[in-house]
């Protein structure tokens, strides 16, 4: 594809398109990993966690005609980011056991990197079929996502201080998008994709069950913490 083109900026408009559409996930869940830190650690794991996890999205990118021929690959994915949702929801274990959910920088880095690995899938594909195999365009597609996560995560942070329901509703949203990879995994496409009510009921319920299984156990989840929290020694009920 010749440099500055017009078919190069109608490639470059639709991968700056699927940014925009795709990041708001990645936005939630940076906000949602960093949301336990100290305020002055907050915006260092925005940044860190979106070059993190630029940087496994690009070799992802440069890999992806080799990603595209792992069978069951978004059914992992979807499952891996199920998990993840559910952990932004789990309150941190006090006494400093494996905690749900990350309450110092380097978790929240991990938690970042790996959830965005797995939810980048669908923007590495995108982004790689919009730019026709064009490198430059992937390259420019990649930096043009930063700072619309980093600025996304920013702006989620922010609301989430002010309106905790935004927690759950961030939740909610990845397993929706966990939910749609496992729909969009090709080997289930008899399953899913056939033109039959049994396939749409198929679909619409591994979305609900999706979506309302992460909230409840996360709920579950809270309210047990709470409760062994109030029967701790030294601790008024």
Request: avoid cysteine; hydrophobic fraction near 60%; charge should be neutral.
């Given at each position: 594809?010749?440099?500055?083109?017009?078919?190069?900026?109608?490639?470059?408009?639709?991968?700056?398109?699927?940014?925009?559409?795709?990041?708001?996930?990645?936005?939630?869940?940076?906000?949602?990993?960093?949301?336990?830190?100290?305020?002055?650690?907050?915006?260092?794991?925005?940044?860190?966690?979106?070059?993190?996890?630029?940087?496994?999205?690009?070799?992802?990118?440069?890999?992806?005609?080799?990603?595209?021929k792992i069978p069951?690959?978004?059914?992992?994915?979807?499952?891996?980011?199920?998990?993840?949702?559910?952990?932004?929801?789990?309150?941190?274990?006090?006494?400093?056991?494996?905690?749900?959910?990350?309450?110092?920088?380097?978790?929240?880095?991990?938690?970042?990197?790996?959830?965005?690995?797995?939810?980048?899938?669908?923007?590495?594909?995108?982004?790689?079929?919009?730019?026709?195999?064009?490198?430059?365009?992937?390259?420019?597609?990649?930096?043009?996502?930063?700072?619309?996560?980093?600025?996304?995560?920013?702006?989620?942070?922010?609301?989430v201080d002010r309106?905790?329901?935004?927690?759950?509703?961030?939740?909610?949203?990845?397993?929706?998008?966990?939910?749609?990879?496992?729909?969009?995994?090709?080997?289930?496409?008899?399953?899913?994709?056939?033109?039959?009510?049994?396939?749409?009921?198929?679909?619409?319920?591994?979305?609900?069950?999706?979506?309302?299984?992460?909230?409840?156990?996360?709920?579950?989840?809270?309210?047990?913490?709470?409760?062994?929290?109030?029967?701790?020694?030294?601790?008024?009920?």
């Amino acid at each position: 594809m010749e440099l500055f083109s017009t078919a190069w900026f109608s490639a470059l408009l639709a991968i700056i398109l699927i940014d925009l559409v795709l990041a708001g996930d990645n936005a939630i869940v940076i906000a949602l990993a960093a949301r336990s830190l100290p305020v002055h650690l907050r915006r260092k794991a925005i940044v860190w966690g979106t070059v993190g996890a630029i940087i496994v999205r690009s070799v992802m990118t440069v890999g992806v005609v080799w990603l595209l021929k792992i069978p069951g690959l978004m059914l992992v994915g979807g499952v891996g980011l199920l998990w993840i949702a559910y952990k932004l929801l789990a309150p941190a274990d006090d006494e400093g056991g494996h905690a749900p959910m990350a309450s110092t920088f380097w978790g929240a880095m991990k938690t970042i990197v790996v959830a965005d690995a797995l939810m980048g899938i669908d923007n590495v594909l995108g982004v790689a079929g919009a730019a026709h195999g064009s490198f430059d365009l992937v390259v420019i597609g990649l930096l043009v996502s930063v700072p619309i996560v980093v600025f996304g995560s920013s702006v989620v942070l922010k609301m989430v201080d002010r309106f905790p329901i935004i927690i759950q509703l961030g939740a909610g949203v990845l397993a929706f998008t966990a939910a749609k990879m496992i729909v969009g995994e090709p080997f289930l496409d008899p399953l899913f994709d056939a033109d039959t009510a049994g396939a749409i009921l198929a679909r619409y319920a591994t979305y609900a069950v999706a979506v309302a299984g992460v909230l409840g156990a996360g709920w579950l989840t809270a309210r047990r913490h709470a409760a062994a929290q109030q029967h701790r020694p030294g601790i008024e009920g």
